[in-house]
């Protein structure tokens, strides 16, 4: 069951590793032998994140009408050729960055709800996005001694390439996730967990974009930004199944905010990175168990899609907020501090907005249940609390919340017993006539 989760890794790895990330690699060639300008870098960076969010808000429609093992694994093995012909121009590039978006957002999403219509557990969770390491490690492993910008989109489409067939294996061991179900499809309990989703969006991106700025040794910052994401799986995905969804992403952004402050990125980088890449793709692993916790099956992928477009859309205003925040100082130390803010704030909307879980913070309209304690029938992860349903949600057999339901009084039962509150007694059986036993509390005097 494990190889499934492993294999699955392999489309994060080449769809953001290489396909998004390896993209910072790239653009001093490109700027060095093309003549980019900082507008153009950045209109090819845009094109890409705006691909990734229309991606991700039409994920559940063209995966559910597909079929999402067919859209996952599509969408990965058009990643070698999209990668390989980004190297011929400029006009051409700025047209596949957009589609490489696309079709990175189909392969996170699909890949994330395939693994969970298997029902797996925090750990293979956190393998699965761990993926995203593989690629960062790859990447600067493929453009080593490269000087030309068309080689260097040639050797990353033959990674992705590469990738993506060897992840076929796991294509027959997989199974489609439950089609959404009207009235299954609320995701009001986990808003205030998608504004800290977008927030987390904004200030991961900043730091990303402006710490080689402040520091300067971009090498050493990918490699161990690698390093920290391949343990994520190991790490962060026991302890989300023990401490639960909502416990895990504020452990998680907490320690997230902690490694993207300036002082600790600015005289101990190799720990400031370390603890960033751990952290960063920890919260999808946190927030994805928080999903299967609260959300029927049926309302899973389209969770997992407005996620990462809620993720997107913050990308796409982080680098600028950092950026006037770097002009306001004079230097990307500004750009470092306002990342780490908007981390702090993430921070605070998933610990104070609490959308779901035991106390006050339960949405409106949803009731607490016992029975299974962490997530949606079969999916409970060890450890985590009561949670709240959406109204109108089945209740499983034999949870236990509530209690059985009132039979009317047997022959010469009396009415309700005195200090029973107010329930109906057993009946008596039809044929004996007399009236039920009772305890001493509720015996009438």
């Known amino acids: 069951m494990a190889a499934r989760a492993l294999l699955l890794a392999l489309g994060p790895a080449a769809g953001l590793g290489l396909g998004r990330f390896a993209y910072a690699l790239v653009l001093p060639l490109m700027q060095a032998v093309w003549g980019l300008s900082y507008a153009e870098a950045g209109f090819l ?124 294996p796991a294509l027959p061991l997989l199974q489609e996730p439950p089609p959404p179900v009207r009235g299954k499809g609320d995701l009001g309990p986990v808003r205030a967990l998608l504004w800290a989703y977008g927030l987390y969006g904004a200030g991961y991106i ?61 005289h101990l980088l190799p720990l400031s990175a370390f603890l960033f890449g751990l952290s960063f793709l920890g919260v999808i692993t946190a927030i994805t168990q928080a999903f299967r916790a609260v959300l029927p099956p049926p309302a899973w992928p389209r969770a997992m899609g407005l996620s990462t477009a809620a993720f997107a859309l913050g990308q796409a205003l982080g680098p600028g907020l950092s950026g006037l925040a770097a002009e306001a100082v004079g230097s990307g130390v500004g750009a470092l501090w306002a990342s780490a803010g908007l981390l702090l704030r993430a921070l605070g909307v998933a610990w104070l907005g609490r959308p779901w879980g035991p106390g006050r913070g339960r949405p409106r309209g949803s009731r607490r249940r016992g029975g299974c304690r962490g997530g949606w029938r079969g999916a409970c992860p060890k450890g985590f609390g009561g949670r709240a349903v959406a109204k109108g949600a089945p209740r499983p057999a034999g949870s236990g919340s509530s209690p059985p339901p009132r039979s009317p009084p047997g022959p010469g039962a009396g009415g309700p017993r005195r200090g029973g509150r107010g329930r109906w007694p057993e009946a008596a059986p039809p044929s004996s006539g007399r009236s039920p036993r009772r305890s001493r509390r509720g015996r009438q005097r």
């Open 45 to 168: 960076g845009s094109a890409n994140t705006l691909g990734y969010f229309l991606g991700a808000l039409s994920s559940p429609l063209v995966l559910g009408r597909v079929g999402y093992r067919l859209g996952f694994y599509g969408a990965l093995l058009l990643q070698g050729p999209v990668l390989a012909l980004t190297g011929t121009g400029y006009l051409p590039a700025l047209l596949l960055r957009f589609v490489q978006g696309v079709l990175g957002a189909w392969i996170f999403v699909g890949g994330a709800a395939l693994l969970m219509a298997l029902g797996r557990s925090g750990r293979a969770l956190g393998a699965y996005y761990g993926g995203v390491g593989l690629g960062l490690l790859l990447g600067p492993w493929l453009l080593l001694a490269v000087q030309d910008p068309a080689v260097a989109w040639a050797r990353l489409g033959l990674g992705a390439g590469a990738l993506g067939l060897f992840a076929l």
């Open 206 to 266: 900043g730091y990303m974009t402006f710490v080689t700025t402040a520091v300067g040794d971009w090498a050493l910052l990918f490699g161990l930004l690698g390093v920290g994401a391949l343990f994520t799986g190991l790490f962060w995905g026991p302890w989300v199944e023990r401490v639960g969804g909502r416990r895990g992403l504020v452990h998680v952004l907490f320690l997230l905010f902690l490694g993207s402050l300036p002082p600790l990125a600015l």
